[in-house]
């Protein structure tokens, strides 16, 4: 059996001149098998299923999208970067409401080496397992390992704090960017190809240094560098399934603090891609949503890369309950607002009933609609950073202002990239009266 959680708002009758308060409450529904797990029925910013670059969305809505940039599309010559390739990338991205997850390669196993023809001369190791060929380059060649630290300080430069990013997995080492040479342990050369300790600590602290404001998730999170840095998150390739999950907590126990990564930065990953069909034809029962919910909660995951689950619409609502339930969820508890003497007052709790934070400081607004029009709107100084998961935390703000009688108090955390998501609250005062605002409550005409 599973709860069916949802929040409903009431105004009580209690009012005075120029003002008036309201309160939310909690109430609960069982309901046995068929899961629905959150009111959002949108796609929430920063969270959820991704889906790959330019994949159509087949009714389901979501708010990212995976976006892979060959590593000789950017970096083109020496100590020279172009950002016109990754440019026309997020700009497409951003018309389709989507901000990106961003991973750069080189050794695109079975694809590509996407290694600038500058570096053609760093030793190359072929490798040969299965249906997988390629070739690795030496990633303890110092001049390649120069300038890769060059390309991470330039990306830093230019695209730090960019709104259409929503996270950068660390990538560029290893086949198909997720840290690991594992084809190259077969060669004869296993051992130069490997990977150095020296240079796993240069390249992560080369992420850490110079970004200070985008996510950066790490694949490997026992790589030597990595605890020292607690702003690198994590991105799991093959989240939900069994072994891959234990060699995941295998890394995390390494060394306790890895747990507590999540506190700092962002976690996301890729659904593992051979149960990804099976969960989406079965996601609606309880069993299989409780071993889901159970695993990203494990890990704090805010986001997961699923095409599977933009192939169909048939089961577009348990696809959607199923990608909100990862990350943040937010709920407004109780809220009072008041209007005396040209003073506007607000004053409420926000729960976040999600697994992760929100990451990323976005201004919190208050704005005061009146016959269906925003006439003034206010910037809070609310970090809702700060909320983290099954915590609750109250928030103050007060204004002077000519006149808030007849206007209806509205809460809202739109998306700074303007064509994307803003944030809901999973109330079923969301959007009520403005779509994109959770409407708190009527402040009465004077008498």
């Not at 034809?281 to 699923?306: A, D, N, P, Q, T």
């Not at 009933?353 to 029009?373: C, D, M, R, S, T």
């Amino acid at each position: 059996m599973m709860k069916k959680h949802s929040l409903f708002l009431f105004l009580t009758t209690f009012a005075w001149f120029w003002g008036i308060s309201c309160t939310l409450e909690e109430a609960f529904s069982v309901e046995p098998e068929i899961l629905s797990y959150s009111k959002v029925q949108t796609a929430q910013p920063l969270k959820g299923f991704a889906t790959w670059e330019g994949d159509a969305e087949n009714g389901v809505p979501c708010s990212l999208e995976y976006i892979p940039i060959p590593f000789n599309k950017v970096l083109v010559a020496e100590n020279k970067c172009d950002f016109s390739f990754l440019e026309k990338k997020l700009e497409d991205a951003k018309k389709r409401r989507h901000q990106a997850i961003v991973r750069f390669i080189i050794d695109d196993t079975g694809t590509g080496l996407y290694l600038p023809e500058f570096l053609s001369s760093v030793k190359k190791f072929n490798y040969t397992d299965g249906s997988y060929t390629g070739y690795s380059p030496d990633y303890n060649d110092e001049k390649l390992l120069g300038q890769i630290e060059f390309f991470i300080k330039e990306l830093a430069k230019n695209y730090d704090g960019d709104v259409r990013i929503a996270n950068i997995e660390t990538g560029i080492i290893g086949h198909w960017g997720e840290q690991h040479t594992y084809y190259c342990e077969k060669i004869a050369e296993k051992e130069k190809a490997k990977v150095s300790d020296a240079t796993w600590k240069r390249f992560f602290k080369a992420f850490s240094d110079s970004f200070s404001e985008t996510c950066i998730s790490v694949r490997s999170p026992s790589h030597p560098g990595v605890s020292s840095h607690p702003k690198l998150g994590y991105y799991n390739d093959m989240v939900y399934s069994d072994s891959d999950d234990e060699y995941f907590r295998e890394m995390l126990n390494t060394e306790k603090s890895l747990w507590d990564h999540w506190k700092d930065s962002m976690i996301t990953g890729e659904f593992a891609p051979g149960l990804q069909s099976d969960f989406i034809s079965k996601c609606g029962k309880s069993s299989v949503f409780s071993k889901y919910k159970k695993r990203i909660e494990e890990f704090h995951v805010s986001s997961l890369l699923c095409g599977k689950a933009f192939e169909s619409n048939q089961k577009k609502e348990l696809i959607l309950a199923a990608s909100n339930a990862l990350g943040y969820d937010f709920t407004v508890l109780s809220s009072s607002c008041s209007y005396s003497d040209s003073e506007l007052k607000i004053s409420l709790s926000i729960k976040n009933v999600g697994i992760a934070p929100f990451y990323y400081k976005w201004p919190v607004k208050i704005a005061l609609l009146k016959n269906g029009k925003i006439i003034e709107s206010f910037k809070t100084d609310w970090d809702i950073r700060t909320i983290f998961p099954d915590n609750t935390k109250t928030f103050e703000f007060s204004k002077t202002v000519s006149s808030a009688e007849g206007c209806t108090v509205l809460l809202g955390i739109p998306n700074p990239m303007g064509s994307g998501y803003p944030v809901s609250f999973s109330n079923e005062e969301q959007d009520k009266d403005l779509k994109g605002w959770l409407s708190l409550g009527s402040l009465k005409d004077s008498l």
